[in-house]
């Protein structure tokens, strides 16, 4: 998910991105600890969208207006 497309969710939506997304890493690592997963890259993506929402929600948060 790109910044541009987080920017324009609501502060709510952002929470629960931000929710799910952990759940998604959650389940990711679990199927990586039992054998089951087919991609280990897409555990990296999972992290840098959580990254990406919680540098929006802190931009956010000090009133920071940027655009990327």
């Known amino acids: 998910m790109k ?3 987080i920017r324009q ?3 709510q939506e ?3 991105k931000l929710v799910s997304l952990k759940e ?3 389940n990711l ?3 990586a ?3 089951q997963i087919e991609s280990m890259s897409s555990i ?3 992290k840098q ?5 919680k540098t929006i929600m802190t931009e956010r948060k000090n009133n920071i207006n940027r655009e990327a």
């Open 3 to 5: 910044a541009k497309e």
């Open 9 to 11: 969710l609501s502060d």
């Open 14 to 16: 952002l929470n629960n």
């Open 24 to 26: 998604e890493l959650f």
């Open 29 to 31: 690592r679990f199927q």
């Open 33 to 35: 600890a039992t054998g």
């Open 44 to 46: 990296g993506k999972i």
């Open 49 to 53: 969208d959580i990254a990406r929402v």
